[in-house]
């Protein structure tokens, strides 16, 4: 084993294992730690503010102050708000459990595709067109049914979802992840621009938000085909969210950049994508005798 | 990456399986990666111990920005380096008191881990720590040069010949072993 190769290899293929005890001893003190943990992220109505506005006599005065003073707080962060970095927009990301992405091609008023996926709910569901053929497809993933309703004939199939299409679906979720330009910030490249747009006029066009753009050069393996890539972002201000979103390309003998699609970004809450998924698919109830109907979109969960 | 973001909001809400497939999903690769850097088992399993303890004590405070394996081998190596600090510190007062300690533990530890391992354990331990640090993150962790070099906040052609000097240094000593 004296090649570079084979030691790599060697030391890549190295695998340890741990010893049950160990296993045991580590796993009951994290649990000790996360049962600790939880326990004392339990939100009480027995502090803060609150405790002050429901025992104290002299709470009202107090309480009030106590606002005022965070109100100002706020107002104070508000004004003195930086510009938004692009760590910020995947954090903020990160933390979204419900979204609503309707992709368009340039010049189109309505999306050739759109998705809902809640991950609270475990649900995402597709509305795509092929052709004169437009259909929703619904994957409950823990109910474990997928369900395709054809707009054509207003026929619905239900078939269950098995652990390959779980994982296919892994893949295509990927299609998600169309509103960033790298699903992992870390694969940005090192000399990519990013700056805020100063022209009012461009960041107007979405109330609330302020506009980004994320310049950078994306080659092709053999780095013979170069493409100058454009992703304008709007941000929304109290949240870091995006709204939407703006791919643009050019060559290098090109001046200006043209827009290639554009994508249009919600946050619905569950409620919201419980009820669209019952007017799409209606409840249970009205097809009981449906044998391949196992799911349950928009019932309790 | 989705999994891991249902696993990470499972386990804030308390879920003890959702732990317990962390903790099996990752345990042996960090447990090879904090020997690899410790040459040591029992110190590794304390590493180990340590990093799971407190990623169940602070996952209120846990945001993931990369995947959930690079968070636990920075949270590993984090750990490793700290235990470095504190035993050079132990090195100096046994050097004073007239001892030579070295930095590896010798081939009784390795020799639980099976000869092929042992021999690439030992070997690693002769590296400095940054080379050494640089080939684990690398080919166990799985980071690219470029995110260990942003997590080193050093430049990418130090981490590039940081490992390739690790690699030609790791080459020798096999070699010379192999000749004895």
Redesign the interface.
Known sequence: ????DN??R???E??????AE??N???N???A??????H??QPTTDTGIWRMVVRSRFAVPAAIAAMIMLAFALSVNIRTQRAVNI?GI??AL??V?NIHISKFQTGRSSPDQQAWAS??LGVKLFKSELGNQAQYTLWDTQNRVKMIKFLSTNSVQTVPITQQMLAEL?KT?AGLADIVPF????DIP?DAQWGRIDDREVSAAVPSTKAYDLTWIAKSKDSQVIVHRKWRVFVEDRTNLPKRIEWYAKSRLEDEYGIERFVVIAYPNEAEIQNIILNIFGPRDNRPDDPEYIGTPGAQR | ???E??LI?E????N?EA??RI?MEY???L??IA??MLHD?YAA?DV??DV?????????KI?????LKSYLTASVMNRVRDMYRKKKHHLVELEEAGQLAGDSDGPMQSAE?GE??G???DA?AQLPLEQRET??LH??GGM?F??IA?MQRIP?STVQGRYRYG??K??TI??ER?EK
């Open positions: 084993m004296s090649s570079a030691i790599e060697a030391i890549a190295l695998n340890l294992t741990t010893r160990t296993d001893r580590i796993l003190d994290a649990y730690a996360l049962g600790k943990a939880v004392k992220q760590e995947y954090g990160s933390e459990e991950e609270t892994e979720a699903s992992d910030r870390n090192p | 990456m989705l999994e973001k249902r909001r386990l804030k809400q308390g003890k732990l317990h903790y345990k042996d690769n447990l090879t020997v690899s088992t399993e180990l111990h799971f303890v407190s990623f169940a004590g602070s996952v209120g945001q993931l920005r990369g995947s881990f092929e391992a021999r690439l354990t690693l080939i684990v080919l166990k690219k470029k995110d942003k990418l690699l030609d790791m080459r096999l070699k192999a």
